[in-house]
T-cell receptor, first 114, second 111 residues
Framework: DGGITQSPKYLFRKEGQNVTLSCEQN?????MYWYRQDPGQGLRLIYY???????QKGDIAEGYSVSREKKESFPLTVTSAQKNPTAFYLC?????????????FGSGTRLTVV | AQRVTQPEKLLSVFKGAPVELKCNYS??????LFWYVQYSRQRLQLLLR??SRESIKGFTADLNKGETSFHLKKPFAQEEDSAMYYC?????????????FGRGTQLTVWP
């Protein structure tokens, strides 16, 4: 799994509910990222974190929240404020924190609002 | 401002034909460029990095700073190359550690 695990694989949410997507890494890397993947739009950065207890907004952070209480875990919460949450969500880690070697991605979570 | 442009949303070729997936970038710093591939029902994975100058699965990519391009090429496409391909850029000098992705090109190789 490349040292990074996302769960669940599929998630269904009712409108108005918050849901939390899990991302765990076991390689002791500092930098972790959340991207959203939509057809025709590529990957857009939601949030990223380079150290514990610190994280920064990406390009489309509205309606999302994160926490980084432990190095190995970077959960993403999709709140009811997110207007169009149905998408494929990808978590990633980088080896050096500067993306010089690229990222390793998780297998993704497909969120559907019902 | 869009930093990475992949002009082709869809690209189809026949098996054995050459294939080129285009990527242009816009960045004033010192970029590091990557190609990622996503096969059907598989996770997104790194295909190659500019700095490594390697050939993976027969694919190569050359950085052309004059044209600000990093096109991905393969002389003889195979059916198993059918996938979504993303070009990505990072700023080597930045401490932010983020990648900027293009919108992707869906490659289909017909038998």
């Amino acid at each position: 799994d490349g040292g990074i695990t996302q769960s669940p694989k599929y998630l269904f949410r009712k409108e108005g509910q918050n849901v939390t997507l899990s991302c765990e890494q076991n390689l002791n890397h500092d930098a972790m990222y959340w991207y959203r993947q939509d057809p025709g739009q590529g990957l857009r950065l939601i949030y990223y974190s380079q150290i514990v207890n610190d994280f920064q907004k990406g390009d489309i952070a509205e309606g999302y929240s994160v926490s980084r209480e432990k190095k190995e875990s970077f959960p993403l919460t999709v709140t009811s404020a997110q207007k169009n949450p149905t998408a494929f969500y990808l978590c990633a880690r980088s080896i050096d924190g500067r993306a010089n070697y690229g990222y390793t991605f998780g297998s993704g979570t497909r969120l559907t609002v019902v | 401002a869009q930093r990475v442009t992949q002009p082709e949303k869809l690209l189809s070729v026949f098996k054995g034909a050459p294939v080129e997936l285009k990527c242009n970038y816009s960045y004033s710093g010192s970029p590091e460029l990557f190609w990622y591939v996503q096969y059907s029902r598989q996770r997104l994975q790194l295909l190659l990095r500019h700095i490594s100058r390697e050939s993976i699965k027969g694919f190569t990519a050359d950085l052309n700073k004059g044209e600000t391009s990093f096109h991905l090429k393969k002389p003889f496409a195979q059916e198993e190359d059918s996938a979504m391909y993303y070009c990505a850029l990072s700023d080597r000098g930045s401490t932010l550690g983020r990648l900027y992705f293009g919108r992707g090109t869906q490659l289909t190789v017909w038998p």
